[in-house]
C-alpha cells in the first residue's frame, strides 16, 4: 500500500509559478506510475499529468502542456508538479495518484491511490 501526501499549493498571481511535491510512503516507489489530477468547484477531476515509473516518459494534457513539467525522484519516493505561467483556469485541487497498471494512464480508474490534495488558486 502506498500513502502520497500532497504540498505545495497556495495563492499565486496570473503568470507566476508553483511547485506542487507528492511524497510516497514505502519501499515501493519506483515501481508506480504516478499522475497528477485537477478538480475544480462543480467539474470532475481531470488528467493533468503523469509519468512513468523511471521518469523516462511523460503525458500532459493539452491544457497544461508548455507550461507544466512532471518529474519523478526514485530515491527521495517523490513526484513534483512544476507549474508555469499560471492561468485563472488552473484555479483547483491538485491529486498525486499512483497505479499499479501498465501503459500510458490519464483516467482516474485506472489509479489505486490518491493523496488528499493541495489547493492551487491563480488570481487575474
Known amino acids: 500500500q502506498v500513502q502520497l501526501v500532497e504540498s505545495g499549493g497556495g495563492l499565486v498571481q496570473a503568470g507566476g509559478s508553483l511547485r506542487l511535491s507528492c511524497a510516497a510512503s514505502g519501499r515501493t516507489f519506483g515501481s508506480y506510475y504516478m499522475g497528477w489530477f485537477r478538480q475544480a468547484p462543480g467539474k470532475e477531476r481531470e488528467f493533468v499529468a503523469s509519468?512513468?515509473?523511471?521518469?523516462?516518459?511523460?503525458t500532459y494534457a493539452d491544457s497544461v502542456k508548455g507550461r507544466f513539467t512532471i518529474s519523478r525522484d526514485n530515491a527521495k519516493n517523490t513526484v513534483y508538479l512544476q507549474m508555469n505561467s499560471l492561468k485563472p483556469e488552473d484555479t483547483a485541487v491538485y491529486y498525486c495518484a499512483a497505479s499499479a497498471a501498465i501503459g500510458v494512464l490519464t483516467t482516474t480508474s485506472r489509479y489505486n491511490y490518491w493523496g488528499q490534495g493541495t489547493q492551487v488558486t491563480v488570481s487575474s
Open positions: 509519468i512513468d515509473r523511471s521518469g523516462g516518459s511523460t
